[in-house]
């Protein structure tokens, strides 16, 4: 597919679970920088990484690299707070996606209240736009969350594609499909450029994948954990595959 054209839908690849690994014994291997480079040479068209407060996973020093070594655009994702705002602007990544964080979870639950939160997180994107950085919320698939993350500012929207992914198919995932759907076309119609992702796999990507109004899908641990069997390189293609079928 062209990768130029209109109906081509980004794939970016999160390599926060490469770096879980690595963490889990300590040492430098498996390398997330190294999973970066494989998924760019794979059709990757971005990289997602996480830097937690916690530092559970992604470090400082794979943010520096990452910086130094990619090229294709960096995504980083994180939360609001003073410490990743000086980060993030120390270091000017292609992207900033503001996600929820909450130090016992065991990975990102749910969207970002930015309706709620509208008056601490103005700042912030106030500072991150300014300073360049393509800016995205982190979001359930609610109207108030896309018209208030218009109202901070921010360019992009990243629906949360978690509730969908884990609801069980049949109608509960199809309500939740269409959660998306919608969401999707009011972010379309308010200005705002949509993304999509969490828990995303094989045979749930395509009905999101076919959403024509997401620009983008941000994918990680499933192709982390799929390369155990046939590889990080075969894992991203065959998603890929399944990403430009949906939208053919």
């Known amino acids: 597919m062209n990768r130029v054209g209109l109906n081509y839908l980004r794939l970016g690849v999160n390599v926060d679970h490469v770096a879980t690994v690595r963490n889990a014994r300590g040492g430098l291997h498996p390398d997330p920088v190294r999973a970066a480079l ?3 040479a794979a059709g990757a068209d971005g990289i997602t990484a996480h830097l937690r407060e916690d530092r559970r996973h992604i470090s400082d020093d794979d943010i520096s690299r990452l910086m130094a070594e990619l090229k294709i655009p960096l995504n980083l994702e994180m939360a609001a707070t003073q410490e990743m705002l ?10 900033v996606c503001l996600v929820p964080e909450k130090r016992q979870e065991r990975t990102t639950e749910g969207g970002l209240d930015v309706a709620g939160g509208h008056n601490h997180l103005a700042p912030y994107v106030r500072q991150l736009v300014g300073a360049g950085i393509r800016v995205s919320m982190f ?3 609610e109207a108030r969350q ?5 109202s901070l500012g921010a360019p992009v929207v990243e629906l949360h594609t978690g509730t969908y992914c884990e609801s069980a198919p049949g109608p509960m ?12 076309a009011h ?8 993304h999509a992702g969490h828990g995303l796999g094989y045979d749930t990507v395509k009905p999101v994948a076919a959403i024509p109004n997401v620009a983008e899908l941000n994918i990680g641990h499933f192709l982390v954990g799929e390369a155990i069997f046939t590889g990080f390189e075969d894992s991203i293609r065959r998603m890929r595959h ?3 079928e949906a939208r053919a």
């Open 38 to 40: 494989v998924a760019a």
């Open 86 to 95: 000086a980060i993030a602007l120390r270091h000017k990544p292609h992207a």
């Open 139 to 141: 979001i359930e698939a």
């Open 146 to 150: 896309l018209d208030a993350s218009k």
């Open 173 to 184: 995932r199809e309500q939740q499909l269409k959660r998306l759907q919608t969401a999707a």
């Open 187 to 194: 972010a379309a119609q308010i200005g705002l450029e949509c």
């Open 242 to 244: 399944l990403m430009d």
